[in-house]
């Protein structure tokens, strides 16, 4: 089966730099991917990696280390919208999306 | 291009109810997944459906149903409703089942078992 964490909730001020981490186990892995959610919101996809190293995609970074099983969603320049819970997935073979717990993250000024 | 639909968005029922959800998927789409979401838990695969046929199905008792029809459509059904049936139920579509799709969500049926 598989497994994922990520941090529960994180804090950060507008403007800032935030990282979400997320580790997974998994037997067979095609990737990592990320989804964002507003409260009452439906899930949006963010990003996908399959290969190691960066992803960017505007403001929003996400990155994958495949040797260590880790990969971490990265925003810059916050803003206060940013305030969402934001999920890693894995996708692997004859498997469906599975999704980690989320972190909710909360933008100060 | 309509995004995911699926009704409805707020029932209340009854422990020992059943209740029928329903999902249309973007047009075109023929792969569809149903997650339960609960405070804290995050989204808890129920099933996958692709082309009329359940691919996977995730860990949850037999009252937890499902099906797909041949326009894509999908239907879950969830037999004698428990008090901890009272969640998100989120229904995701996309074109295929490639490694990279990426799932396109619905905004949800609210249950409430009282």
């Known amino acids: 089966g598989q497994s994922l964490e990520q941090p529960s909730e994180v804090t950060a001020v507008e403007g800032a730099i935030v990282q979400i981490n997320c580790t997974y186990q998994?037997?067979?892995?095609?990737?990592l991917s990320w989804y964002q959610q507003h409260d009452g919101g439906a899930p949006t996809f963010l990003s996908y990696n399959a290969l190691d190293g960066l992803e960017e995609t505007g403001r929003f970074s996400s990155f994958l280390s495949r040797s260590d099983s880790y990969g971490y969603l990265l925003l810059q320049e916050l803003q206060m919208k940013d305030s969402a819970s934001y999920f890693c997935?894995?996708?692997?073979?004859?498997?469906?999306?599975?999704f980690g717990k989320g972190t909710r993250l909360s933008v100060i000024a | 291009k309509a995004g995911v639909t699926q009704t409805p968005r707020y029932l209340i029922k009854t422990r020992g109810q059943q209740v029928t959800l329903s999902c249309s998927p973007i047009s075109g789409h023929r792969s569809v997944s149903w997650y339960q979401q609960t405070p804290g838990q995050g989204l808890q695969f129920l099933f996958e459906?692709?082309?009329?046929?359940?691919?996977n199905k995730g860990n949850f008792p037999g009252r937890f149903s499902g099906r797909q029809f041949s326009n894509s459509r999908s239907e879950m059904n969830v037999s004698t409703l428990e008090l901890g049936d009272s969640a998100l139920y989120l229904c995701?579509?996309?074109?295929?089942?490639?490694?990279?799709?990426?799932?396109?969500f619905g905004s949800g049926t609210q249950l409430s078992v009282l």
């Open positions: 995701a579509s996309s074109l295929e089942r490639a490694r990279d799709e990426k799932l396109f």
């Open positions: 997935a894995v996708r692997s073979p004859f498997s469906p999306l599975v």
């Open positions: 998994t037997s067979g892995f095609y990737g």
């Open positions: 459906y692709f082309s009329e046929t359940q691919r």
